[in-house]
């Protein structure tokens, strides 16, 4: 089981990024997908869910500038960032729960520049 994310860079303030989160060796339509991100310094936290049937959920922070997504065809999941501002600066990382254990991405880099 394999969880590979992408999409990081460096932005401007007030841009946008979408991340993209691709699994392999499990059945992804049957599976939660998780959004966390870890900034310089501070622990890991999670900033969005979605189930495996399509309801989503964000940390009161990012609601209404992050929206999560999935495409089981394909089988991706999606953050979409709008309205970075600098303390979106983090690693994030997408992750899954296989047979019991945490199966997290490599995680990509997002910079917000101000």
């Known amino acids: 089981v394999q969880l590979q994310a992408s999409g990081g860079g460096l932005v401007q303030a007030g841009g946008s990024l979408r991340l993209s989160c691709k699994a392999s060796?499990?059945?992804?339509?049957?599976?939660?997908m998780s959004w966390y991100r870890q900034a310089p310094g501070n622990e890991r936290e999670w900033v969005a869910g979605i189930t495996n049937g399509g309801s989503t959920t964000y940390v009161d922070a990012v609601k209404g500038r992050f929206t999560v997504s999935r495409d089981n065809v394909r089988r991706m999941t999606y953050l979409q960032i709008d309205r970075l501002k600098p303390e979106d600066t983090a690693a994030y990382y997408c992750?899954?729960?296989?047979?019991?254990?945490?199966?997290w991405g490599q995680g990509t880099q997002v910079t917000v520049s101000s």
């Open positions: 060796g499990i059945n992804f339509r049957l599976y939660d």
């Open positions: 992750k899954t729960q296989y047979r019991g254990a945490d199966v």
